[in-house]
């Protein structure tokens, strides 16, 4: 939910209350409510090894395979008992048997910017919807950025429902392709071309005139991929019919404010939905409020 400027987004009031509310009792239980997608980039990394229980869909994933770090895609109950109890158990992705690669992909294609990184997630993803599949990408000869792998991560995830991925010499359980398989049973190679990549941009369909929404998010924007936005869009004006939205969390909204990028986002020329599920101290003091049994 996006506390501000509600009316522009047509959100149901019932559906606000609740996520208020929702804040509160989190609030009440010592819960950061961060209101972030990207705790991995802004809030929290963990350490190679580390167990955690983790589960929004990109997060999971760049816990296993950026940080090598340990966590299955968790609900929030068990989350919240993992938090309470320090213990979460040990299956799936905790064991090492499961984190060993399963699928090679050799990529053949240029990678310039983070939709090419997703449209590779979507290639690999899509026709391999298995949870314990677990990609391991080679041909890679460019040291990805955060924000890359975030967006190949987030697809393998969404597409996929995957887990987990290794790219040699890249991620840490990857040193080799001997260390990334650890012995396991390799599926059929995949192959990703530059035609690949090509065919998934050249399958979305735009209809003029249409009442069209751009949404930059999933998952949330960093402070660079802010600025970028912010350089893409100065001196720019968004076309009839249409909108243009830009999320991200309260730390990185904080510090592109600060930078000026918020001002060109949220200018005459577009407009910028701050972040997701975003509120204020008032807004959860309004809710305590109206909450039965709260003075």
């Excluded at 987004?9 to 609030?27: H, T």
């Excluded at 995830?157 to 080799?176: I, N």
């Excluded at 065919?199 to 924007?221: C, D, I, K, M, T």
């Excluded at 660079?224 to 730390?251: D, I, K, P, S, Y």
Aim: proline content about 4%.
């Amino acid at each position: 939910m996006h506390f501000a400027d509600v009316a522009s987004l047509r959100q149901e009031e019932g559906e606000i209350a609740k996520e208020e509310e929702i804040v509160v009792r989190l609030r009440d239980m010592r819960a950061a409510t961060t209101d972030t997608c990207i705790n991995y980039q802004t809030v929290y990394q963990p350490k190679l090894g580390e167990h955690v229980a983790w589960g929004d869909t990109g997060t999971v994933i760049y816990a296993n395979s950026v940080f090598g770090a340990r966590t299955n895609y968790e609900g929030g109950m068990a989350s919240f008992a993992a938090a309470i109890t320090g213990r979460t158990p040990a299956y799936g992705f905790h064991l090492d048997d499961v984190r060993r690669g399963s699928i090679p992909v050799e990529v053949r294609a240029r990678l310039v910017d983070s939709a090419d990184w997703g449209a590779l997630g979507k290639i690999v993803g899509h026709p391999n919807q298995d949870y314990f599949a677990v990609p391991v990408f080679t041909g890679i000869d460019q040291m990805p950025l955060s924000d890359s792998l975030k967006h190949l991560g987030a697809s393998l995830a969404s597409y996929g429902s995957l887990a987990m991925y290794h790219m040699v010499g890249v991620t840490p359980e990857a040193a080799d392709e001997a260390a990334a398989f650890a012995g396991r049973e390799r599926a059929a190679p995949m192959v990703v071309s530059q035609a690949d990549i090509d065919a998934v941009y050249g399958a979305y369909r735009f209809v003029e005139g249409a009442h069209n929404v751009v949404v930059f998010s999933g998952p949330q924007l960093s402070l660079f991929e802010m600025q970028h936005l912010a350089r893409l869009f100065a001196g720019r004006r968004v076309a009839g019919g249409m909108q243009a939205f830009a999320t991200t969390n309260h730390a990185v909204w904080s510090d592109a404010k600060r930078l000026g990028y918020v001002d060109v986002l949220e200018g005459p020329a577009s407009r910028c939905c701050r972040a997701c599920a975003s509120t204020s101290c008032s807004d959860c003091r309004a809710s305590a409020r109206r909450m039965p049994g709260r003075t």
